[in-house]
């Protein structure tokens, strides 16, 4: 190994994964490791220097490790030990990626009830006083984030899907970007870069033939993209990710989140999710197609 090389060009892989207490950091640790991470959870912030150190190891093969820490930042003190070990890690060349999962106040609620624990900040108050409290104190690092991973409405199955995808695989490129679905009565996904409102077309809802099905057979896509505009707007917002995906990889940026809405996220913005992921592909940019809120009417 030539020692002059610097860390970052021998290093493979690196994610830091932190974010809201309940959002899910266990399941993406969980899922990085069934996709050949190697994991270590609740680590110290002032390991992650000795931590990316293994990386330049000699004994860990020519295709190198890929590593991923997960820290919990819930106590102030914790929260800037972790910014000085991102700092210093930093300093020693190394280019980790954040990972922030996060999900709604509505869904970190309910999980904390369906397990019958409180959340680690609300000491005598309410469950919600310390789930604003810990947003507000990570909500710096949130938006330092390159990686933001919604759980909200997504189940186990669909979450490693789109963590598979995005960090996950074998075949790398500069970019990926998640095509997302979603209903806009079940609200936003917090980790959209773009939103695009499908209801400018008409719903396959009201039409008894088409009602049962979803945007992913057949039936429902050829009507919606059969609809007036509807080819118009693929190939806009194609020319839109022109130049926004090629700042992006000027950037440096990896990660994108692309959202596509309708009423209750099963008929329009299914089926424009699907022909939008399949027509974005190229050799420098991935695609993920993840539908929030499909099934849940």
Request: charged fraction near 30%.
């Given at each position: ?16 994964v ?9 399941t993406?640790?969980?899922?990085l490791?069934?996709?050949?991470w ?10 992650l ?11 860990v093969?020519?295709?190198?490790l ?16 972790f ?5 210093r890690?930093?300093d020693h ?11 709604t106040?509505?869904s970190l ?7 019958r624990?409180p ?5 005598d ?20 984030a ?15 899907a789109?963590?598979?995808q995005?960090v ?6 500069p ?7 979603f209903?806009f ?5 917090l980790?959209?870069?773009?939103v695009?409102?499908?209801?400018f ?11 049962p099905?979803?945007g ?10 059969a ?8 190939d806009?917002?194609?020319d839109?990710?022109?130049p ?13 989140t ?7 996220g099963k ?21 993920v ?5 499909l099934?849940?009417?």
């Amino acid at each position: 190994m030539d020692e002059t090389e610097p860390p970052e060009a021998r290093t493979r892989e690196l994610l830091i994964v932190t974010g809201m207490s309940g959002a899910g950091r266990s399941t993406v640790a969980n899922v990085l490791e069934d996709s050949g991470w190697y994991v270590i959870d609740n680590l110290p912030p002032q390991m992650l220097v000795p931590m990316a150190e293994l990386l330049e190891r000699d004994d860990v093969g020519e295709d190198g490790l890929r590593l991923a820490a997960v820290v919990d930042v819930r106590s102030r003190a914790f929260f800037t030990d972790f910014r000085d070990g991102l700092d210093r890690l930093r300093d020693h060349g190394y280019l980790p990626t954040l990972v922030f999962v996060d999900a709604t106040d509505e869904s970190l609620v309910r999980r904390f009830e369906s397990v019958r624990r409180p959340h680690p900040l609300q000491d005598d108050g309410r469950m919600l006083d310390g789930i604003i409290r810990e947003r507000e104190m990570l909500r710096d690092l949130r938006a330092n984030a390159d990686l933001l991973i919604d759980t909200s409405g997504l189940n186990v199955h669909q979450l490693t899907a789109k963590i598979q995808q995005l960090v996950g695989g074998d075949d790398r490129v500069p970019l990926r970007i998640a095509v997302m679905s979603f209903g806009f009565k079940y609200g936003l996904p917090l980790d959209a870069d773009m939103v695009f409102d499908m209801r400018f077309l008409p719903n396959p809802y009201w039409d008894p033939a088409l009602r049962p099905f979803t945007g992913k057979d057949a039936v429902v896509a050829d009507f919606v993209l059969a609809q007036p505009g509807a080819q118009e707007f693929v190939d806009r917002v194609l020319d839109l990710l022109e130049p926004v995906t090629a700042g992006y990889l000027r950037e440096g940026r990896s990660y994108v989140t692309l959202a596509v809405g309708c009423t209750g996220g099963k008929h329009r913005s299914v089926a424009m999710a699907e022909e939008l992921g399949r027509r974005i592909q190229s050799p420098d940019i991935g695609t993920v197609v993840v539908h929030r809120d499909l099934g849940r009417e």
